[in-house]
């Protein structure tokens, strides 16, 4: 599928998204599927697997660290500290002894001895981000992680974080109906050669047309609590989906593979990390690396799924309070 850059770090030009195999969207059903997605994911060239200590309280981390066993030059691995929840509210920390703290866990739960990307999951607002960074830098040191990056900072944060070391990637969510790094970030980014990573680039499965009503949703699926998702907010939502639909056909290709392939032509710094635990839908999306958009597809795409057209927030309040710090 060929590779991009994101800093100095070489990755695949799709990567992978483990959370869903343990974590928020429904029940954790079949780890040996969850594996062999992971494995078949490396035979076609995927090479960067994305988890977090957060994900299934540090299961997922361990699920990642059983499928690459026996394989781990193969892949560049991501995961990330920073989330904590208490009593059903998410709060960051970003202290350097936590950050240690973390990474160590981290690395004992993947069963590995260093960690290619380590992200800062999200911002501290109480500790300055030069302590949480000096810590990162101090790990790239001693040879436990190679590389950093941050998730879902603010333009200010990324440039501080930077001025201490080197920031090589940032993860946000960016899709066809999540463009708010587009305003002032990923100039940010592009000044400082940081590399993009956007997760849920399908819109949390939305754009894929997979879910066309909240009862297709599992009790314990954490979309059941999203705005977007809500009754009379999907039905607004789906209106998309149709359209993008039928611009996917002229090109013999799927709602999911054409809104895969407008991310990934956003530039070559660009390695969008689409989610799945199931190896159908994980070939499906790889395929959208070969989808070519002319800048004529890329102005319909964007007709399709404007700004305008999504309806309601990312995110409950309880959870849009830690993003853009």
Wanted: proline share 3%; hydrophobic share 40%.
């Amino acid at each position: 599928m060929g590779t991009r850059k994101l800093g100095n770090l070489e990755v695949g030009a799709q990567g992978l998204g483990c959370m869903g195999m343990s974590h928020a969207y429904g029940v954790r059903d079949n780890d040996d599927e969850s594996i062999a997605t992971v494995r078949r994911a490396l035979e076609l060239g995927v090479t960067l697997l994305d988890t977090a200590n957060v994900y299934g309280a540090g299961e997922n981390e361990k699920l990642v660290g059983r499928a690459i066993t026996g394989r781990r030059d193969e892949l560049v691995l991501a995961t990330k500290f920073g989330i904590v929840w208490t009593g059903g509210e998410m709060t960051a920390r970003g202290d350097a002894a936590y950050v240690k703290q973390c990474c160590e866990e981290s690395l004992r739960r993947l069963g590995v001895d260093h960690i290619d990307l380590y992200y800062q999951h999200r911002v501290d607002p109480d500790v300055p981000i030069e302590e949480t960074w000096g810590a990162l830098a101090e790990l790239v040191q001693a040879g436990k992680i190679r590389y950093a990056g941050i998730s879902e900072a603010g333009a200010g944060t990324i440039r501080r974080a930077h001025a201490v070391h080197p920031v090589s990637a940032l993860q946000s969510e960016w899709s066809l109906w999540t463009r708010g790094i587009e305003d002032e970030i990923l100039g940010v980014c592009r000044e400082l050669g940081i590399g993009l990573v956007p997760f849920s680039p399908l819109g949390r499965g939305l754009l894929t047309g997979s879910v066309t009503s909240s009862k297709d949703l599992p009790e314990d699926d954490m979309r059941r609590g999203m705005p977007r998702f809500a009754d009379g907010n999907l039905e607004r939502n789906l209106a998309i989906v149709d359209a993008l639909r039928q611009l996917a056909a002229e090109k013999g290709a799927t709602a999911g593979q054409l809104a895969l392939a407008w991310v990934q032509a956003k530039g070559a710094d660009v390695v969008p990390i689409p989610g799945t635990k199931r190896r159908k839908y994980l070939e499906e999306n790889v395929a959208a690396v070969g989808l070519e958009l002319s800048e004529k597809d890329i102005a319909a795409i964007e007709q399709a799924a404007g700004r305008d057209a999504v309806a309601g927030a990312r995110y409950p309040e309880r959870l849009a309070r830690a993003v853009g710090k």
